[in-house]
């Protein structure tokens, strides 16, 4: 029903992210509330979620990717929403798809909410799906150099003390930027240094 909502932040807490949309105000559940600031006009990438005997539920992503990654963990069996979302709280999209493209059953099962039976199951359910997801062309590659790549990156902004809203905006600023490119790791840097100087 809706793909995504444009408007103003009003506030951002407890994992609920309220946005007013020409007077009227939606609230959304998000993994990370950091990624948004009050008072500053921003796009949210949407899914709409029906709970039986509670109605809709509307939950908000950073990014397509963000809401993509979402919907592969909710495609896994006995995965609801939150449980989604929490795994998304305390794992970027690209750390969680590779961890199950790894098969890292132990770094899985260290999420609150996750145990070791429930991590290997959904490795075993959706690695197949993260290859579809790959294949399609999405903001991350099945070439694990180039996963790497984008890790030592994080890191390296890190290292800058960079804060994880803006290493987040960076990341998916380049990953758009070179979408269907080929390219090397200086590249993503300058790219991701670049956005960020342009922010300040």
């Given at each position: 029903?809706?793909?995504?909502?444009?408007?103003?932040?009003?506030?951002?807490?407890?994992?609920?992210?309220?946005?007013?949309?020409?007077?009227?105000?939606?609230?959304?559940?998000?993994?990370?509330?950091?990624?948004?600031?009050?008072?500053?006009?921003?796009?949210?990438?949407?899914?709409?979620?029906?709970?039986?005997d509670q109605g809709p539920?509307?939950?908000?992503?950073?990014?397509?990717?963000?809401?993509?990654?979402?919907?592969?963990?909710?495609?896994?069996?006995?995965?609801?929403?939150?449980?989604?979302?929490?795994?998304?709280?305390?794992?970027?999209?690209?750390?969680?798809?590779?961890?199950?493209?790894?098969?890292?059953?132990?770094?899985?099962?260290?999420?609150?909410?996750?145990?070791?039976?429930?991590?290997?199951?959904?490795?075993?359910?959706?690695?197949?799906?993260?290859?579809?997801?790959?294949?399609?062309?999405?903001?991350?590659?099945?070439?694990?150099?180039?996963?790497?790549?984008w890790k030592n990156l994080?890191?390296?902004?890190?290292?800058?003390?960079?804060?994880?809203?803006?290493?987040?905006?960076a990341l998916t600023h380049?990953?758009?930027?070179?979408?269907?490119?080929?390219?090397?790791?200086?590249?993503?840097?300058?790219?991701?240094?670049?956005?960020?100087?342009?922010?300040?």
């Amino acid at each position: 029903m809706f793909s995504y909502l444009q408007g103003r932040v009003i506030s951002s807490k407890d994992s609920l992210l309220t946005l007013d949309v020409g007077g009227v105000g939606f609230s959304l559940s998000v993994a990370r509330t950091e990624q948004y600031e009050a008072g500053k006009e921003t796009k949210v990438i949407t899914y709409l979620h029906w709970v039986q005997d509670q109605g809709p539920v509307l939950y908000g992503f950073f990014s397509e990717f963000e809401r993509d990654v979402f919907l592969l963990i909710l495609s896994c069996s006995g995965m609801g929403p939150k449980i989604c979302l929490a795994v998304l709280s305390q794992l970027s999209p690209l750390q969680f798809i590779q961890i199950i493209q790894e098969g890292n059953e132990k770094a899985l099962s260290s999420v609150n909410g996750i145990g070791p039976k429930k991590a290997e199951q959904m490795v075993v359910q959706l690695r197949h799906k993260v290859g579809k997801l790959v294949s399609k062309g999405l903001e991350v590659t099945a070439d694990y150099g180039a996963l790497e790549s984008w890790k030592n990156l994080s890191d390296v902004l890190q290292s800058l003390n960079y804060s994880r809203t803006e290493i987040e905006s960076a990341l998916t600023h380049t990953r758009n930027q070179l979408s269907g490119k080929t390219y090397v790791f200086d590249e993503l840097l300058r790219s991701s240094l670049s956005f960020l100087a342009k922010r300040l």
